[in-house]
């Protein structure tokens, strides 16, 4: 039974998780930085020295909880971008160091990868099916035809959905990472529709040909809301607007996804069983998903998402994705980049 060690430190978390060929999870553990807090964003230098001083401890803890030893590990997994350059070399070349002392394969995802192919480890989900990667960094609509091989139908034109969602947090004063906060005040709406009709904000892209996203204008629209309030925004004014802005990033979501979704059972007819996936930090939107079960429903296609503590970045489905490639043979030299910036899609450009 093969097991694989994984290391994930492309943002502000410091990961490192083992799995095994037959889909159990050995170890998991994250460790979310608490030291931006304070800026209300992620601050690169901070991050990449955090992970510094973590990442040896959790490789150690993890094979402790494991039980295992390097020797009875069968490879390396690492994420090589996209992501914070600093915070991925600091994982990269912890999981170099392991590979050649200890003679390891290793193996280079794509973060995007690991996301794309968690649902694979927590369910049946054969290839090829529909993706909605949604994070605080990405928002892609891509079809998933096996490890490496990505179609992807629609692409953000700015901004991502997560940083929307960071965005609209800030400019009304709560906590860091925005999502969470948010869909948390959000719930204290006690009028949907007054709220909406209070404070309207746009929907871009919505009706409009093609899968792609736009989220700027809306985080524009949200800042021109505050800027008319008083500093000391009442709660229930943060509850409203945050009502009224889930509900239009669920409409521009639904209507991109269920395009894609139309493209996607035409691109492949006569499948046993089409499945659009939903995954990412912002997967785990209650509302979102809601909207989005709906729409699978409607189509008589399987919905599937991965568990909420997988929908965040973690080092599983970096181990997930190393296996997955493992299985296939698709290893890395010990000389492999790094990418600030790596699209799933085989034809967009790499950058180093």
Known sequence: M?????IETSCDETAVAIVTEDKKILANLVLSQQEHLAFG????????????????T?????????????????AIAVTAGPGLIGGVLVGVMTAKAIA????????????????????????????????LLASGGHCQLLVVEGVGKY?????????????????????????????????????????????????????PMVGKAGCDFSFSGLKTAVKRIVDRLPADIERRDAADICCSFQHSVAQMVN??????????????????????????GVAANQMLRQGLEKISARHYVRFAAPPLNLCTDNAAMIAWAGMERLLLGMTDAVDF???PRWPLDADAVREH
Do not use: M, W
């Open 151 to 203: 179609k992807r139908l629609g692409t953000t034109l700015d901004d991502a959905a997560g940083e929307a969602f960071d965005k609209t947090a800030k400019l009304l004063g709560l906590s860091y990472p925005g999502g969470p906060a948010v869909e948390k005040i959000a719930k204290e709406c006690t009028d949907s529709a007054a709220a909406l009709a209070k404070y309207p904000l746009p929907t």
């Open 41 to 56: 964003g992620v601050v690169p230098e901070i991050a990449a020295r955090a992970h510094l001083n973590h990442i040896d």
């Open 58 to 74: 959790l490789v150690r803890e993890a094979l402790q909880e494991s039980g295992l030893r390097f020797q009875e590990l069968d």
């Open 100 to 131: 050649a002392v200890h003679n390891l394969p290793l193996i280079a995802v794509n973060h995007l990868e690991g996301h794309a192919l968690t649902v694979r480890l927590t369910e049946d989900v054969p290839f090829p099916y529909l993706l």
């Open 2 to 6: 093969k097991k694989v060690l994984g």
């Open 255 to 280: 209507d991109r996804t269920e395009r894609a979704l139309k493209k996607y059972l035409s691109l492949y007819p006569g499948q046993k069983s089409p499945t659009l996936v939903v995954a990412g």
């Open 337 to 339: 980049p790094v990418y």
